[in-house]
């Protein structure tokens, strides 16, 4: 991929920024140093949001379509998820999704049916039509996003009046990553990530909210846009808690009793049982 295009390609970020009239989110928690190289960029942003271990927000809100519902989150380091998605009428729980060192289990309860085995081998045969790059797994990177600066490959940055768009690719395959990052928090706002040249996944990040207890912004509005079947999946915080304690159990990979639970590839290891209410 060559210099010209890259710079063409985010030059075209910088101007649709500029002809929306957009300028970016308010100016949100201390402003951080100026930055000149896309690698510096990676470098920061991943600093700015190192001390973060764990997180959840029992009262979020998740929409996948038309109607909204309700959600509790839970992630503790790069490998452990919960999502709880919640009727927000009754307050039941109808569907559950956990995700711990590498294994999956994702539950329908309202059908007492579900799938549980190594999370890549689940994606790629229970969802097809959707490609989840392997960097993107990580659940922490959901609220609390980073990049990285990959050996062998090559970058470009724009400066603009209120942000950074940089893009890395690998010469001869093509981009990788393209994100856009807000300027004075240093906090990304967007970020397409791509596979044989082609956009796979695109994540958007809105609401940046400082939270001075922990030091760190966290955007209260995530939606993540697969391309291929053009599908996207919006998630809304409400009182996030950072670093606060989690249960263990919030991440074991149990089903209530009385549903039926489909094995997909090998497990790791065994199950323990699970409460129904993860805080």
């Not at 001869?172 to 397409?192: F, I, N, R």
């Not at 796979?200 to 922990?214: K, N, R």
Request: proline share 7%.
């Amino acid at each position: 991929m060559s210099g010209a295009r890259v710079a063409a390609t985010v030059s075209s970020v910088l101007l649709a920024w500029a002809l929306a009239g957009c300028g970016g989110p308010a100016h949100v928690g201390p402003e951080r140093e100026a930055v000149w190289t896309a690698q510096e960029l990676a470098r920061l942003v991943t600093e700015r949001v190192s001390g973060v271990r764990s997180f959840y927000d029992i009262d979020a809100g998740l929409r996948a379509g038309v109607f909204p519902l309700g959600a509790r989150v839970f992630i503790e380091g790069q490998d452990r998820l919960r999502v709880q998605v919640m009727n927000p009428l009754s307050g039941d729980e109808v569907a559950r999704m956990v995700l711990s060192d590498g294994e999956f289990l994702a539950l329908d309860l309202r059908k007492n049916k579900g799938f549980r085995g190594d999370a890549a081998a689940v994606l790629a045969e229970k969802v097809p039509d959707i490609e989840i790059p392997p960097e993107a797994l990580s659940p922490m990177k959901l609220f609390f996003p980073s990049f990285v600066a990959r050996s062998g490959e090559e970058s470009a940055m724009l400066v603009g009046r209120s942000g950074y768009v940089a893009e890395f690719w690998k010469p001869g395959v093509g981009p990788t990553v393209q994100v856009e990052v807000d300027a004075w928090s240093l906090t990304p706002v967007a970020m397409k990530l791509f596979r044989a040249g082609d956009v796979v996944l695109s994540i958007a990040w809105s609401g940046l909210t400082w939270c001075a207890d922990d030091a760190v912004v966290v955007p209260f509005e995530v939606a993540l846009t697969f391309p291929g079947p053009r599908k996207t999946v919006r998630i809304s915080l409400s009182k996030p808690k950072i670093n606060k304690p989690i249960e263990p159990r919030a991440f074991r990979l149990q089903e209530p009793p009385g549903v039926d639970v489909e094995e997909v590839g090998a497990r790791a290891g065994g199950t323990d049982a699970s409460g129904e209410n993860a805080e």
